[in-house]
T-cell receptor, first 114, second 112 residues
Framework: KQEVTQIPAALSVPEGENLVLNCSFT??????LQWFRQDPGKGLTSLLL?????REQTSGRLNASLDKSSGRSTLYIAASQPGDSATYLC?????????????FGKGTKLTVNP | GAGVSQSPSNKVTEKGKDVELRCDPI?????LYWYRQSLGQGLEFLIY????????KSGLPSDRFSAERTGGSVSTLTIQRTQQEDSAVYLC??????????FGEGSWLTVV
């Protein structure tokens, strides 16, 4: 059974700091991995998607890496801003027998202080 | 529409009543998912639709839950005889043959 763990559960940093969020998964047979952010009372917004054959993806101040062999992904946020405050979720996508699922971690709640 | 649309956005219902939650996926998206997010919990898979294939209902927590997708587009999640433990945010997502999955804003269900 695929399990996804995110560490830390919560993180508070001063504005301008670079930071890393961690995601680990137990089964390396994944199709891809996607990072989302969730603001309070809102749905999920897709940030970055990494295919299983890729090592990293970048979008603006965000960089996500994937190491399938070790079952790890990191989300790097450069020069953090108060607007980055949200819960960050990683999800691995698995396909099996014509179906597919996203298995989510419980998220890292990020607070960026002005 | 531009994104995944869900309705109602908020629903308060009495224990024992039935509720219907609606999801309008992004036009042209063939895959549709329902997830549930309870307070303090992670996202729980409920059901997956792909085109005309039989849906994967393995995540539905009990036979009080059912879902359908008409014409390969709009989906309805129905909860019969609601219980307090059904209180949660119900999230719908869709994708096309590309890989990025897009979520709606969710339907916030409170059973009193």
């Amino acid at each position: 059974k695929q399990e996804v763990t995110q560490i830390p559960a919560a993180l508070s940093v001063p504005e301008g700091e670079n930071l890393v969020l961690n995601c680990s998964f137990t089964d390396s047979a994944i199709y891809n991995l996607q990072w989302f952010r969730q603001d309070p009372g809102k749905g999920l917004t897709s940030l970055l998607l990494i295919q299983s054959s890729q090592r990293e993806q970048t979008s603006g101040r965000l960089n996500a890496s994937l190491d399938k062999s070790s079952g790890r992904s990191t989300l790097y946020i450069a020069a953090s801003q108060p607007g980055d405050s949200a819960t960050y979720l990683c999800a691995v996508r698995r396909t099996q027998g014509g179906s597919e699922k996203l298995v989510f971690g419980k998220g890292t709640k990020l607070t960026v202080n002005p | 529409g531009a994104g995944v649309s869900q309705s109602p956005s908020n629903k308060v219902t009495e224990k024992g009543k039935d509720v219907e939650l609606r999801c309008d996926p992004i036009s042209g998206h063939t895959a549709l998912y329902w997830y549930r997010q309870s307070l303090g919990q992670g996202l729980e898979f409920l059901i997956y639709f792909q085109g005309n294939s039989a849906p994967d209902k393995s995540g539905l927590p009990s036979d009080r839950f059912s879902a359908e997708r008409t014409g390969g587009s709009v989906s309805t999640l129905t909860i019969q005889r609601t219980q307090q433990e059904d209180s949660a945010v119900y999230l719908c997502a869709s994708r096309t043959d590309g890989n990025t999955i897009y979520f709606g804003e969710g339907s916030w269900l409170t059973v009193v």
